[in-house]
């Protein structure tokens, strides 16, 4: 198998001037050489500059010539070259996928307005770029925040948008979750109970998913469907008396079920998804929550006797996708072993069902791989070496990059994934997937002005996808690319934007390094939030002054506040204490404050949100670094019990709520209250079910209210 492909991103001198001065206008004729439906989809996209740019297609002689055509024999896979002859320019592609980009590199450049083409190669640096997509129905989690994107996920006009944003972005992989996908996609000859769906329902959703995997297919997007184990149908639940927990839509299981009737039903339900949908490219699967009581060998064995087995009895091969055992026990808490991965590894190395490469999937830094771009731990623990000592033949190995820590504030940080890819891209690693649990890029209900251009949430988040997908496609690919970007978004702001938006996006990876969270809740870093528990009852609260005082930090070159505590007036080399992290932090966010101030929105609704984002990262990020601060004299005053101890940490403490005031007033005009699944997944209960920073901003005046209350006392 040969190993991952790596980058080529260099220029040649420009060769050929666009516009003539006297011309108000371009002609273009487009050669193909080759015709798939990936190329066939770039031309279309291609000739959509005639809707907006001074450009008219012509199928005759035409100032500008643009020809088309694949080589196979000196570019990659899914690598182009764009050669600028005067009025020719060829652009070639080592398989139908590259040549697609580099159609679209060539509109993109048109589109810009330049007078210029410029010569262009680029190879992928990793072959496997994929979005984690969690589907409404059936979903992981139940919430409002969740089931309100029911109807968008319903409506191809949205997954034709997305599709386009991922091409655009070169994310090729889309792998699509929830509990149990089967019932909704097919009615098996041998068990029809388990579909509740009526012969005209049942065919809406088949044309459905059926317009979905043809339009990925048409963009090079591969598609996958993974799901957790074990989970059934209610309506399959009800007939058999089975998977009692799967009546009830919790996806944490005491016991899970492995009756006979379920694994049959399995097998059954890959069958016949595969062999119904010719156009999906493969699946996944989760040894996880529907497992609960079963050791890692049962788990695997499960797997096993349902699905591969349901793999192998299909007209096709298919790709598969699988992710490691989250708990080395019984639970589904999360640990890990060596032994747990020499058995998984064992059958991996087996696997002859599927078509290679298999790709095995481990969360990055577990649910909040948006921290340090250093591997800290995976789902459950420190990862061992198993999975690639040796190295594996038949699989490879991908990142997840799971965001449960921002939804509302837009994001890019260029430096922080290039690091990340950098540091972790090994001979057995071939990529990412990046996305969310806990919430779905469809309908936007955040956005609370009117005025705006967005269409859908991952409109909203355009630089989070942009700096992702193209970076983990080109990681040379430069600032400057982004701050174009940005600049035919908003005409003379886009470095300033870029730049500021940069230094702001560093806010939430500095909170997430520090608070070195696990599972989804236990962090909210845009909230300020942690998990705590309330009546037997996971709720968020703020973070406290506690909680922050005795962290032991994610990031290795932090020390905590003990540790500097111990050592203030000798810091080992290559560490950063807490007041130097708070210093730096601080530092940033107050140059991005003054250099917002240089951006005016006017009218402008999409810029006023992109300047009222980049304010409230900044703004967060001065309540962190006094906060930090605080908690360094309050840890102080613990064990000094001295007075002056107390007042510093009093002081630094109600700076910070001062900035969380600001922050506040930056958001209250832009955003209401929004419900987030980290709040009303355990609706109604408790009255945390939506989310602001106003609402929260009582919890942050109490706890300043505290903390003087202890001078009270002190006194």
């Not at 004729?29 to 907006?52: D, F, G, N, W």
């Not at 210029?116 to 770029?129: D, G, I, Q, S």
């Not at 940080?413 to 290039?418: E, K, L, S, V």
Request: hydrophobic letters at 40%.
């Amino acid at each position: 198998m040969s190993k991952s492909i790596r980058y080529s991103f260099w220029f040649l001198p420009t060769l050929f001037l666009l516009f003539a001065c006297n011309k108000s206008s371009l002609t273009v004729h487009l050669e193909l050489k080759s015709t798939s439906p990936q190329i066939s989809y770039a031309a279309e996209k291609l000739k959509e500059l005639e809707q907006v740019n001074a450009i008219v297609f012509s199928d005759s002689i035409a100032d500008l010539t643009i020809r088309a055509a694949l080589d196979t024999i000196n570019l990659k896979s899914e690598a182009y070259k764009i050669v600028a002859l005067k009025n020719l320019v060829e652009v070639t592609g080592g398989d139908a996928v590259g040549l697609m980009y580099g159609l679209l590199e060539v509109k993109n450049q048109l589109k810009s307005g330049r007078e210029t083409v410029e010569n262009k190669e680029e190879a992928p640096n990793l072959m496997f770029r994929a979005i984690k997509f969690n589907l409404p129905w059936d979903s992981y989690r139940r919430s409002e925040a969740l089931s309100l994107h029911y109807e968008t996920c319903r409506d191809t006009n949205y997954w034709e948008a997305f599709l386009d944003m991922m091409v655009e972005n070169r994310f090729n992989k889309l792998t699509l979750w929830n509990l149990h996908p089967f019932s909704y996609m097919v009615k098996t000859e041998k068990y029809p109970e388990a579909c509740s769906l009526n012969d005209a329902d049942l065919a809406e959703w088949q044309e459905f998913w059926h317009t979905l995997f043809r339009m990925a297919k048409e963009r090079g997007v591969e598609t996958y469907l993974i799901n957790w184990n074990i989970f059934v149908s209610p309506e399959f639940a009800k007939a058999h008396n089975v998977c009692d927990y799967c009546l009830t839509g919790k996806h944490f299981v005491p016991q899970g079920d492995t009756s006979e009737i379920i694994k049959d039903y399995t097998r059954e339900s890959i069958k016949a998804v595969i062999d119904t949908y010719p156009d999906l490219t493969g699946l996944g699967i989760t040894l996880g929550e529907g497992m609960g009581n079963m050791t890692a060998g049962e788990r695997e064995q499960w797997l096993l006797d349902s699905y591969i087995q349901g793999m192998r009895m299909a007209s096709r091969k298919v790709k598969f996708i699988h992710r490691v055992p989250l708990s080395a026990g019984t639970s589904s808490g999360g640990t890990t072993s060596v032994e747990v991965e020499k058995m998984t590894r064992e059958t991996l190395d087996s696997l002859t069902c599927v078509d290679d490469p298999i790709n095995i999937e481990l969360k990055f830094n577990w649910s909040h791989a948006f921290s340090t771009p250093h591997l800290v731990k995976v789902h459950g623990g420190k990862l061992n070496d198993a999975y690639w000592n040796p190295l594996p033949k038949n699989y490879y190995l991908a990142w997840m990059m799971r965001n449960e820590d921002f939804f509302m504030l837009r994001w890019g940080q260029t430096d922080f994934i290039r690091k990340h890819i950098a540091t972790n891209v090994h001979p057995y690693v071939n990529g990412y997937y990046v996305g969310s649990e806990t919430y779905i890029p469809a309908k936007d209900y955040i956005t609370s002005l009117p005025g705006t251009s967005y269409r859908y949430a991952f409109d909203r988040q355009w630089m989070f996808y942009k700096v992702c997908g193209r970076l983990l496609y080109n990681p040379a690919t430069p600032d400057e690319f982004f701050v174009e970007e940005f600049e035919q978004r908003f005409p003379k702001q886009g470095r300033k934007l870029f730049e500021a938006q940069a230094k702001a996006s560093k806010v939430p990876l500095v909170i997430a390094s520090w608070q070195n969270a696990t599972w989804d809740f236990s962090l909210y870093s845009e909230g300020m939030l942690q998990s705590v528990v309330k009546d037997n009852i996971k709720v968020q609260k703020l973070i406290s002054l506690d909680d922050m005082a005795e962290k032991t930090p994610m990031e290795p070159a932090y020390l905590s506040i003990a540790e500097f505590l111990a050592n203030e007036n000798n810091v080992p080399n290559g560490k950063i204490s807490p007041l130097h992290l708070a210093d730096s932090l601080e530092t940033i966010c107050n140059q991005v404050l003054r250099e917002s101030k240089r951006i005016k929105p006017k009218t402008n609704v999409d810029l006023l949100y992109e300047l009222s984002d980049i304010k409230a990262w900044a703004n967060l990020g001065l309540y962190f670094s006094n906060k930090m601060r605080a908690a360094v004299e309050y840890k102080r005053f613990k064990t000094s019990n001295d007075k002056k101890d107390l007042d510093k940490a009093i002081e630094w403490l109600t700076l910070a709520s001062a900035g969380w005031h600001e922050l506040v007033e930056v958001t209250t005009p832009v955003y209401k209250p929004v419900p987030l699944t980290h709040f009303c997944e355990n609706a109604p209960e408790f009255e945390e079910l939506y989310f602001h920073w106003s609402i929260v901003e009582d919890q942050v005046k109490a706890e300043l209210e505290w903390l003087k209350s202890l001078q009270s006392d002190k006194q």
